[in-house]
C-alpha cells in the first residue's frame, strides 16, 4: 500500500493474517473449553462458573463472525479485479477498514478474556 495505490493482494495479505490470528484464538479457546471439562469431571471447584461460560461462548461467537466476514470480503474482492488498483476511497477499501477495526478491537481484547478464563480454572 505504498505512495497511494492499494493493490487488492496487499488486502488479500492482510485476509491471511487475521484468519490466522483468529484460528490461533479458536484454538485457545478449544483448550479452555478441553481443560473446563477435564476439571469438571474431576468435580473440582476451579470450573469455570456459568458466567464465564457465557463470556467464553460470546467471545467465540465473535471470533467466528469475524472469520465468516472476512471469507465474504474476500468473495467479494473477485470481483473488483478490474479496478487494480484500488483508490483509498473505493467502496471495498470503506469495508476493508471497518473489517481492520474490527479485527484490531478483538485482537486487543482476546488476551484479556483468555487470561481472565484462565484465572477461573485457577491456572
Same mark, same amino acid.
Given at each position: =500500500? ?12 492482510? *485476509?491471511? /493474517?487475521?484468519?490466522?490470528? /483468529?484460528?490461533? *484464538?479458536? %484454538?485457545? @479457546?478449544?483448550?479452555?473449553? &478441553? ?9 473440582? &471447584?476451579? !470450573?469455570?462458573? #456459568?458466567?464465564? @461460560?457465557?463470556?467464553? $461462548?460470546? +467471545?467465540?461467537?465473535? @471470533?467466528?463472525?469475524?472469520? %465468516?466476514?472476512?471469507?465474504?470480503? $474476500?468473495?467479494?474482492?473477485? *470481483? *473488483? ?7 483509498? #476511497? +473505493?467502496?471495498? =477499501? ?7 477495526? %474490527?479485527?484490531?478491537?478483538?485482537? !486487543?481484547?482476546?488476551?484479556? %478474556?483468555?487470561?481472565?478464563? @484462565? ?5
Amino acid at each position: =500500500m505504498k505512495e497511494g495505490c492499494i493493490f487488492l493482494t496487499d488486502l488479500e495479505f492482510e *485476509y491471511r /493474517l487475521w484468519k490466522n490470528r /483468529l484460528s490461533y *484464538y479458536l %484454538k485457545e @479457546l478449544a483448550l479452555l473449553k &478441553a481443560r473446563n471439562e477435564e476439571l469438571l469431571q474431576r468435580d473440582e &471447584a476451579r !470450573a469455570m462458573n #456459568t458466567v464465564e @461460560l457465557m463470556v467464553l $461462548e460470546d +467471545h467465540e461467537s465473535e @471470533l467466528q463472525q469475524l472469520e %465468516k466476514r472476512i471469507k465474504v470480503q $474476500e468473495e467479494e474482492m473477485q *470481483y *473488483y479485479n478490474k479496478d487494480f488498483p484500488i483508490t483509498p #476511497t +473505493h467502496e471495498y =477499501m470503506g469495508a476493508h477498514l471497518i473489517l481492520r477495526d %474490527k479485527i484490531n478491537r478483538i485482537c !486487543a481484547l482476546h488476551r484479556d %478474556k483468555a487470561d481472565d478464563l @484462565l484465572r477461573a480454572l485457577g491456572i
